[in-house]
């Protein structure tokens, strides 16, 4: 594929995730729908799904193939990606058959493939999620009660992690990691990473990505985590984009710190650290 082709593959592939809420839509309705026309004040209520359906139909398809056209930025997990993406074909297929079967009035078939494709549809979503804002997207901030009935539930990074009295213990693991989690991670963590770059591990987030390395050991200002992290929040180079939680300044003075002392895994006390 040419640079000009692939570069218009990647530009129609950012329309999915508007294209993907409109089957979303369509099949939450038609289920909707579907119930209200088993009480007999509402028993008119499913007279145009057929209409609805065709339209699903073709935003399925749709949402479906400008998802393949993202899948081929590489910014994703390859494992999730796959799952996903054969998800979401498999939604356009059930959604096909679906409509085939109401089209042919076979109305306890077109029901029963209504209901699996539904089903495909929530695991295809979840994958979705997963992939954009990390596995414990659905569970990260789930009540105690709940949470250790739903899988991947670790609770949320520390906002505030500590930045005093860890002598030799893990200055990246406890200080600059739940920072890095929970401000970087849904772009750049294991489910998916933009420009080639992870910030889930010291030995990733050394290595960089695309444009190379991302800080400069003892060297903060040089360093294009903490200039990209400086930017106006309307600049288009800015980190976090705009919209996503951003660091809080004293997020931003640990970082800086850190990067300053050398980005060392372990070190001495980081009382020095405290804004």
Known sequence: ??????????????FHPLLVHLPIGGLVLLGLLE???????????????????????????AAALFGWMLSQSGDYDPALLQWHKWAGFGVAGTCTVTFLLS??????????SLLATLAVLV????????????????????????????????????????????????????????????????????????????V???????????SGPVLVPGQASDSRMIQR??????????????????????ELTVLAWWIDRGAPADGPSAAGARP
């Open 123 to 198: 695991v295809a979503s979840h994958l979705g999620a997963s992939m954009t804002h990390g596995r414990d997207f659905l569970t990260r901030y789930a009540p105690a009660p709940l949470r250790w009935l739903l899988p991947g539930s670790g609770g949320a990074p520390t906002a505030h992690p500590p930045t005093h009295g860890l002598t030799q213990r893990g200055v990246f693991a406890e200080v600059i990691q739940p920072i890095l989690l929970q401000r970087c991670s849904a772009c750049h963590g294991p489910e998916k990473q933009k420009a080639d770059l992870r």
């Open 35 to 61: 119930l209200l026309a088993k009480l007999p004040r509402f028993k008119d209520a499913a007279q145009s799904n057929r209409l609805i359906l065709a339209l699903t139909v073709a935003a399925s398809v």
């Open 200 to 210: 889930d591990s010291l030995e990733a987030l050394l290595k960089g990505g695309k």
């Open 229 to 250: 992290l400086l930017l106006p929040l309307n600049d288009e180079d800015h980190m976090p984009p705009e919209g996503k939680p951003q660091p809080t300044p004293a």
């Open 1 to 14: 594929m040419s640079g000009g082709s692939h570069d218009l593959v990647l530009f129609l592939g950012r």
């Open 103 to 112: 089209w042919a009035g076979r109305p306890r078939a077109y029901r029963l």
